[in-house]
């Protein structure tokens, strides 16, 4: 199992930077900034990008399913992203985006390569093999036409799989009994990022506040705010059981073919890092636990 869940993590290490582009690269601000969304700062966009698979989501659906973000901050973009575009016209220009994107990260011969086409088919089986029921971003991304040219098709699989992963750790979250605050002050106090990294997910320093002093009350902080054993025992069992929630995927591409997988994917990994478009720490804590 563990051996099993070390290869989960592994391939979400290598996913994650390659859906993650969506939220950085100029080419799909560009987008963003014809369709009229505001580029000043990435939220506009990413709330329109991310949640558009939903249909014309409303603030209380998009906070559920996002989690991490305070609910007032998910209602200073949603519904008012429906306002500038319409989700279809989101999505088109979601695609056309992504498209530009990689084709400026990744050389002409990578991008009609025979190695990411066939990156591309072994990360579309083990999307297509992704059980969706219960995870609504998953499910709505899974539900969308996949794109025909292989590269699309990759940033399709990585985003479907990374969305799973995703819906998983909430329901593992819950379990916890942690809500959407006490998730990141429990995480912050382990160690994934620091405490103001996760300032971008919109919740008042007194709400921070007050999740710490309901941690301290369970036992899970101390009263400097650093996690206890207990503490930091809830959350590997969190990180352990969302390991377990999407694992799925890999179990039905096999060993064989995850391992490949892994091998062809290093190469694009390294273009996406080493970019630059991506933030060095953020709210995920890859890398940290």
Known sequence: ???????????????????????????????????????????????????????????????????????????????????VAAPDAVLTARTRGIDRAYRALLDSETVAGGQLAEAAALARRAAEAADTDGRPLAAANAALPWPEEPHLVLWHAATILREHRGDGHVSALAAAGLDPVESLVSFAAIGAAPTEVFASRGWSPEEWAAAGERLVARGLLAAD?????????????????????????????????????????????????????????????????
């Not at 069992?237 to 039905?252: F, G, H, I, Q, Y």
């Open 1 to 83: 199992m563990a051996d099993e869940n070390g290869r989960v993590r592994q391939m979400w290490h290598l996913l994650e930077p390659l859906h993650a582009v969506l939220y950085y690269a100029p080419e799909v601000f560009r987008e963003a900034e014809a369709l009229g969304y505001d580029t000043g700062e990435r939220w506009p966009s990413y709330f329109a990008w991310r949640a558009a698979p939903l249909g014309a989501p409303g603030a209380p659906e998009v906070a559920t399913a996002f989690h991490s973000f305070a609910p007032h901050m998910v209602a200073e973009h949603v519904p008012a992203a429906w306002d």
């Open 225 to 289: 705010g650093t996690a206890t054993d207990e503490g930091r025992a809830l959350r590997a069992k969190v990180e352990r059981r969302t390991d377990e929630l999407a694992a799925s995927p890999w179990r039905d591409l096999g060993p064989t073919g995850t391992t490949r997988l892994a091998e062809l994917l290093g190469p694009f990994w390294v273009a996406v890092l080493g970019s630059g478009l991506l933030p060095r720490e953020t709210t995920l804590g890859i890398g940290k636990v």
